[in-house]
């Protein structure tokens, strides 16, 4: 069972816009949750997460959101640059385990 | 600061077979997670390894298992390779389990 989604396999923005990565999850004993960036033959690297006690976290072009009611998060990533271009994680956690989703493709064009 | 190790980083083994893989968290981490990378199933969690026990476990058969040592080092076991195996077996070091991790290279293992 896919309790994290993310609905959108792949995305493309220009250089300088806004990115905006959705997760969704199913399960609401989740708790915590954490945006990891992967590059091709390399380890997920991690962004940045946030609290279910929270509904917004920035560490600076990163900004994820937690709509607890919707159970629903999103990265935004502005502005966006070449290098941001990866597949991007998202993973909920609650006592027992970790849930990841599926990963969506970032492509940011020059 | 050294980051997390994992050895080896290629391994081809033949149905039946078993396997040990071996990861190095960072330094003053003590808890060691593994996941299981495929391109059908994504990212899917293993287990987890804090201070020695096994915190937490995902949905996967017995014939996984992993220890950890006192010095953190964490093995991974599977036994009885079946093809669906093959995958990147991703290890990921944290401070605690609620902090952020930081995953390894991984090790990437085909079974024939």
């Known amino acids: 069972d896919q309790q994290v989604k993310q609905n959108s396999p792949s995305l493309s923005v220009q250089e300088g816009r806004i990115s905006i990565l959705n997760c969704d999850y199913t399960?609401?004993?989740?708790?915590?949750f954490l945006w990891y960036k992967k590059y091709p033959a390399e380890g997920p690297t991690f962004l940045i997460s946030?609290?279910?006690?929270?509904d917004k976290n920035e560490d600076g072009r990163f900004t994820v959101f937690l709509n607890k009611s919707a159970k629903h998060l999103s990265l935004h990533i502005v502005p966006s640059q070449p290098g941001d271009s990866a597949v991007y994680f998202c993973?909920?956690?609650?006592?027992?385990?970790?849930?990841f989703g599926a990963g969506t493709r970032l492509t940011v064009k020059p | 600061k050294a980051g997390v190790t994992q050895t080896p980083r290629y391994l081809i083994k033949t149905r039946g077979q078993q396997v040990t893989l071996s990861c190095s968290p960072i330094?003053?981490?003590?808890?060691v997670s593994w996941y299981q990378q495929t391109p059908g199933q994504g990212l899917q969690f293993l287990f987890e390894?804090?201070?020695?026990?096994?915190?937490n476990k995902g949905n996967f058969p017995g014939r996984f298992s992993g220890r950890q040592f006192s010095n953190s080092r964490s093995e991974m076991n599977v036994s009885t390779l079946e093809l669906g195996d093959s995958a990147l077996y991703l290890c990921?070091?944290?401070?605690?389990?609620?902090?952020?991790?930081?995953f390894g290279p991984g090790t990437r293992l085909t079974v024939l």
């Open positions: 399960n609401s004993m989740f708790d915590y």
């Open positions: 330094s003053g981490h003590r808890s």
């Open positions: 990921a070091s944290s401070i605690d389990s609620y902090n952020e991790q930081f």
């Open positions: 946030i609290s279910s006690i929270k």
């Open positions: 993973a909920a956690r609650d006592n027992n385990d970790m849930r």
């Open positions: 390894y804090f201070s020695e026990t096994q915190r």
